[in-house]
C-alpha cells in the first residue's frame, strides 16, 4: 500500500487502518471458502478453481472494463495539451512514470483512475471537469488520483471487493449447479444446502460489503492527503472539491444515475439523491475532506 519509487508521502495511520481492513476482509475470504468446502464436499476443487479464475480475471480485467464502461478515451498531448501538462508536471513532481491519459464525455464533473500498477495505468477527466475548474483546482484533482496509481489503490479495491463478487457468484453455482442434481437424491441434505449456501453468502456479501466501503473511504482520505501534500497547495484541491459537489446537485438525474455503479472509482461519488447509498458512501464525507486539507493547510504555512 506504500508508493513505490515516488514522492507522494505515506499516511501511517491511515494505512494502518487499511492493512487492519484488508486483514478483515481476508480473514472472511478464508472463513467463506472453508464453510463452503465443508457443505460442498467432493465439489470443492472445482470451488476453487472457479474462485481463482474469476479472481484473475477481474484483477486483470476489471479495470479495463471499468473505464470503458465510463467512456474513457485516450487522448494525445496535442488533443489534449492543458490535462497532459497538468499530467507532466506531476508525474515530474512525484518522480513516477506517467499514465496514459484519457478524458470522457460527461457533463458530470469528475475525474478517476485504473490500473493494477504504475505500468498498466490511466487517469481520465470529464469534459464537465475540465470546463469547470480552473488550472491548479484541475492539477489539485489530478495529484489525488495520481496518488492511488503510485499507493496501487486500483489493485487493492479490487482485491477487496473480490469477496463480495464471489459470494454472490459461487450462490448461483451452487443452486444452479450439484445442488440442482442432488434434489431428488437427497432432498433433506439438498433442502438444508439450499437454505444455508444462500444465507452464508448473503451474509459473507454484507459484511464484505461494509468493509469494503470503510477501506474505500480511508483510501479516499489518504489520496486527499498524499496529493495536497505532493502539490503544496491544499486550498486549491479544497476549493475542487468544494465547487464539484456544489455542481453535482445541478446535474441531470439520469446523467448521475449513470455514474453511480463507478462510485467508487470517482474523486467525488455522484448520488442522484439522498439515499441509503449516501451514508454506505465509497467516499468520507465533504466536510471531512475539507477539514483534513485544512489541518494540512495549517501544517504548511497558508
Not at 500500500?1 to 492493512?19: C, F, I, Q
Not at 457533463?107 to 471537469?129: E, H, I, W, Y
Not at 444462500?198 to 460489503?209: E, G, I, K, Q, R
Not at 439520469?254 to 458512501?281: C, H, I, Q, T, W
Request: with cysteine; glycine share 8%.
Amino acid at each position: 500500500m506504500a508508493a513505490a519509487r515516488t514522492r507522494y508521502v505515506a499516511d501511517r495511520g491511515l494505512t494502518s487502518r487499511m492493512v487492519v481492513t484488508m486483514f478483515l476482509i481476508g480473514l472472511l475470504y478464508v472463513v467463506f471458502v472453508g464453510v463452503l468446502i465443508a457443505l460442498l464436499g467432493k465439489a470443492w476443487p472445482l470451488i476453487v478453481l472457479l474462485a481463482g479464475g474469476m479472481f484473475v480475471a477481474q484483477f486483470w480485467f476489471s479495470d479495463k472494463i471499468a473505464a470503458f464502461s465510463m467512456g474513457a478515451r485516450e487522448v494525445t498531448p496535442e488533443q489534449a495539451p492543458e490535462l497532459h501538462g497538468a499530467v507532466d508536471r506531476l508525474c515530474a513532481l512525484a518522480d513516477m512514470p506517467k499514465p496514459k491519459v484519457a478524458i470522457a464525455e460527461s457533463d458530470v464533473p469528475n475525474a478517476f483512475a485504473t490500473g493494477r500498477n504504475q505500468k498498466n495505468s490511466m487517469v481520465c477527466a470529464t469534459t464537465g471537469l475540465m470546463r469547470r475548474l480552473e488550472p491548479q483546482e484541475l492539477e489539485g484533482v489530478l495529484s489525488h488520483e495520481l496518488s492511488h496509481v503510485a499507493h496501487r489503490d486500483v489493485a487493492v479495491m479490487t482485491i477487496a471487493s473480490f469477496l463480495g463478487v464471489m459470494a454472490g457468484m459461487l450462490t448461483r453455482i451452487a443452486l444452479w449447479g450439484g445442488l440442482g442434481r442432488n434434489v431428488g437424491r437427497d432432498n433433506n441434505g439438498a433442502g438444508i444446502l439450499l437454505l444455508v449456501i444462500p444465507l452464508v453468502s448473503a451474509l459473507v456479501y454484507a459484511l464484505s460489503f461494509l468493509l469494503t466501503r470503510l477501506l474505500s473511504r480511508y483510501r479516499e482520505l489518504s489520496a486527499d492527503r498524499a496529493g495536497a501534500l505532493l502539490t503544496g497547495r491544499p486550498s486549491a484541491l479544497a476549493s475542487a472539491l468544494t465547487k464539484i459537489s456544489g455542481d453535482m446537485a445541478r446535474i441531470p438525474t439520469r446523467d448521475l444515475r449513470k455514474a453511480e455503479p463507478f462510485n467508487a472509482f470517482y474523486f467525488v461519488p455522484a448520488f442522484s439523491g439522498e439515499s441509503m447509498a449516501a451514508l454506505l458512501s465509497s467516499h468520507p464525507p465533504l466536510q471531512r475532506r475539507l477539514d483534513q486539507l485544512g489541518r494540512i493547510s495549517q501544517q504548511l504555512g497558508q
